[in-house]
């Protein structure tokens, strides 16, 4: 029975080369011809990492920074409940943000699709304390697909 088994493990390990050796060869050319870097989940990296300087680590400040919005339009934005912080509204400023932390800025509904909005978003990726306040590593995406959470008002 070991006998019989081994055959068919050889052509399973000869698949899986071939296979791999494949994906690697359309990974390159795929990647090399539209230079985009591919990301450890296989998708396409479509976000900038940036460092961000902010004072504090308030919610109305970080908008601010992250958008490039006035402080009145963002204080607007977070009353009007168009700021989301890890799939929950909020609607007071004084929120401080913290590593890990996912911000969404709703800026409009999906033309085809009204259960999806176009957000901005922004993943804090770490911080650190310094003189002058303080500076966040972030993954920023300017046009984001998510649900519309303002679908209902």
């Known amino acids: 029975m070991l006998i019989s088994l081994l055959p068919r493990f050889a052509r399973c ?18 990647s090399s011809a539209k230079n985009v870097e591919i990301g450890d989940d296989g998708l396409p990296k479509d976000y900038k990492l940036k460092t961000l ?5 308030r919610l109305d400040t970080f908008v601010n920074r992250a958008t490039g ?20 509204v909020f609607t007071k400023k004084a929120y401080n943000i913290c590593q890990d932390d ?16 176009n957000v901005e978003r922004t ?17 920023s995406w300017k046009n984001f697909l998510s649900d519309n959470w303002r679908s209902s008002q």
């Not at 300087?53 to 680590?57: E, N, P, Y």
């Not at 919005?69 to 929950?88: H, T």
């Not at 911080?127 to 993954?139: H, I, M």
């Open 102 to 117: 996912v911000i969404e800025v709703w800026k409009s509904p999906f033309a085809d699709n009204a259960a999806l909005a």
């Open 13 to 30: 390990t000869r698949f899986a080369s071939t296979t791999s050796a494949l994906l690697k060869e359309k990974k390159s050319t795929s």
């Open 53 to 57: 300087r902010a004072g504090s680590r």
């Open 69 to 88: 919005q006035s402080s009145s339009e963002v204080i607007k934005l977070i009353m009007q409940g168009k700021v989301r912080v890890n799939d929950e």
């Open 123 to 139: 993943e804090i990726v770490s911080y650190e304390v310094t003189d002058q306040g303080y500076n966040f590593e972030v993954k």
